[in-house]
């Protein structure tokens, strides 16, 4: 699917970087969502932005701070991480959040923190 | 909050042979869906199935939502049917929680 695209990647950082993850839909979805699925783990949401406005945020660490300036893009950046912050950070749209709607997922970040 | 099951957690099969995933979930629920992630990372939509039998080709599934379980068929797997399959469920209101998938290899 080609919906939902994701740059970078791949990432490879140190912990005191600071990079950005973008994510755009193509969908004319208004809800937009951020997870993180780390190895052995079920996938875990981390934020929801729905008509660019954040509705859920999961208990995320402020190292990670998400950005929705429109309804088609989305945001992730990051400081400071520690190296257990490296997993698949994947992003998803939907026509709208807390519906009855399908959920298109991205091809996911691979992010590495050295 | 919701609990949801998925099994088995590991599933290995010779290419042709069929196979049945499960999921079960502790509470209503008013959307299910069901999710194939390649090697790659990638997920992949396989059905939108809050109840009732849905078939896509090989693949087909039931959600009997009033028992809060639903049933993923894979018939004459393939090699490329290989990957994680999850199921995730949104609660009324709430956002998607997902299983922790069941891992199936296709031997050829």
């Known amino acids: 699917e080609t919906g939902v695209t994701q740059t970078p990647r791949h990432l490879v950082m140190g912990m005191t970087n600071k990079k950005s993850l973008k994510c755009e839909q193509h969908?004319?979805?208004?809800?937009m969502y951020w997870y993180k699925q780390s190895a052995k783990k079920p996938l875990e949401l981390m934020f929801v932005y729905n008509f660019k406005e954040q509705t859920e945020n999961n208990s995320v660490p402020s190292r990670f701070s998400p950005e929705c300036p429109n309804s088609s893009h989305l945001f992730l950046h990051l400081h400071t991480l520690q190296p257990e912050d490296s997993a698949l950070y994947l992003c998803a749209s939907s026509q709208a959040s807390g519906g009855t709607d399908t959920q298109y997922f991205g091809p996911g970040t691979r992010l590495t923190v050295l | 909050g919701i609990q949801v099951e998925q099994s088995p957690p590991d599933l290995i099969l010779q290419e042709g042979a069929n196979s049945t995933l499960r999921c079960n979930f502790s509470d209503s629920v008013n959307n299910l869906q069901w999710f194939h992630q390649n090697p790659w990372g990638q997920l992949i939509n396989l059905f939108y199935?809050?109840?009732g039998t849905k078939q896509n080709g090989r693949l087909s599934a039931t959600t009997v939502a009033t028992e809060r379980y639903s049933l993923l068929y894979i018939s004459s797997s393939q090699t490329t049917d290989s990957g994680v399959y999850f199921c995730?469920?949104?609660?009324?209101?709430?956002?998607?929680?997902f299983g922790p998938g069941t891992r199936l290899s296709v031997l050829p």
């Open positions: 199935i809050p109840s």
């Open positions: 995730a469920v949104e609660p009324y209101g709430q956002n998607f929680v």
């Open positions: 969908l004319g979805h208004n809800a």
